[in-house]
Every structure is written in structure tokens, then in C-alpha cells.
Nanobody, 114 residues
Framework: QVQLVESGGGLVQPGASLRLSCVVS????????MRWYRQAPGKERELVAS????????NYADSVKGRFTIFTASSRNTVYLQMNSLKVEDTAVYYC???????WGQGTQVTVSS
């Protein structure tokens, strides 16, 4: 059974940074593509970033390009989302996702406010 556990969210001011983590179990992590999504209040869930199974290709939503970075640590079965220069509009619950298993984590809240 695939399990994903996110952490690292919090309340920060605009311009700050956060690093989200998602520990994955129950799959061969090194051979699995990963994604980060987010959902703001009253809005649909949107894809923020993805990384290929070979870890050679990454893609980002236009709204986060140049500010967010997705990367992995295979030794820790963990996918990260480094978020810099945070904006108020980045406020959302962030989820990690395994597309090959249609598996979601429980989400972690990120709030950007002055």
C-alpha cells in the first residue's frame, strides 16, 4: 500500500522560503514520477510541479517558475518542494501525488501573510 506523508508547511511572511517534504513508502521510489499539487480555498486543485521517474525532467506551473524547485532524495524516499520568494497567492494546502498509483498525501497547509 502506497503511503505519502507531507510536512514542512507553516505561516510565513511574503518573500520568505519554505521547504515541503513528502516521505513515500510502499513503492519503488527511485522509479516513480512524483508531483506536487496545491488547492487554495474556493479553487480547484492545481498542478504545481512534477519530476520524471528518471529525475531528469521537471515541470512547473507558470505561476511558480523560477521560485519553486522540485527534487528528490532517493536514499530517504522523499520528494521535496523548495519554495522561495513566497507570495500571498501561494497560500494553499499542498499535496504530493504518485500518478502511477493515483495516491495522495494528506496535505500540508502553507499560509503566506503579512
Amino acid at each position: 500500500q502506497v503511503q505519502l506523508v507531507e510536512s514542512g508547511g507553516g505561516l510565513v511572511q511574503p518573500g520568505a522560503s519554505l521547504r515541503l517534504s513528502c516521505v513515500v513508502s510502499g513503492i519503488t521510489f527511485s522509479a516513480t514520477a512524483m508531483r506536487w499539487y496545491r488547492q487554495a480555498p474556493g479553487k480547484e486543485r492545481e498542478l504545481v510541479a512534477s519530476i520524471s521517474s528518471a529525475r531528469t525532467i521537471t515541470n512547473y506551473a507558470d505561476s511558480v517558475k523560477g521560485r519553486f524547485t522540485i527534487f528528490t532524495a532517493s536514499s530517504r524516499n522523499t520528494v521535496y518542494l523548495q519554495m522561495n520568494s513566497l507570495k500571498v497567492e501561494d497560500t494553499a494546502v499542498y499535496y504530493c501525488y504518485v500518478p502511477s498509483r493515483d495516491a495522495w498525501g494528506q496535505g500540508t497547509q502553507v499560509t503566506v501573510s503579512s
